[in-house]
Nanobody, 125 residues
Framework: QVQLVESGGGLVEAGGSLKLTCAVS????????MGWYRQAPGKERELVATITSSGNTNYVDSLKGRFTISRDNSKKMLYLQMNSLKPEDAAVYYC???????????????????WGQGTQVTVSS
């Protein structure tokens, strides 16, 4: 069982910063692509940024320069530094991971994906 647990959300004033953290645990052989997504009330879940195991990043154009995604492979952690926050950034932020697991016999599984439960980010104007 692989779990992704986000933390770091909260209430911040417009212009402020927050750093989100996602901790991955469970029987994992390797973590491939990781990403942050967000979903505002009444809207579809949307991509924020992704990062490969080697550190290559990809951002939604509108967030470039304000958000920074990073990861610590040794700690199985994913981060999202959010600066100059705007009221429209308010949403539930979700962590996503593509990984291969370990079976009880120590074999590598096929690639699987998992989502965290989300962390709320609220930005006051």
């Amino acid at each position: 069982q692989v779990q992704l647990v986000e933390s770091g959300g909260g209430l911040v004033e417009a212009g402020g910063s927050l750093k989100l953290t996602c901790a991955v645990s469970g029987s994992i052989f390797s973590i491939k692509m990781m990403g942050w997504y967000r979903q505002a009330p009444g809207k579809e879940r949307e991509l924020v940024a992704t990062i490969t195991s080697s550190g290559n990043t990809n951002y939604v154009d509108s967030l470039k320069g304000r958000f920074t995604i990073s990861r610590d492979n040794s700690k199985k952690m994913l981060y999202l530094q959010m600066n100059s926050l705007k009221p429209e950034d308010a949403a539930v932020y979700y962590c996503h991971a593509e990984y291969t697991g370990l079976t009880g016999w120590g074999k590598q599984t096929a690639t699987m994906t998992s989502w965290g439960q989300g962390t709320q980010v609220t930005v006051s104007s």
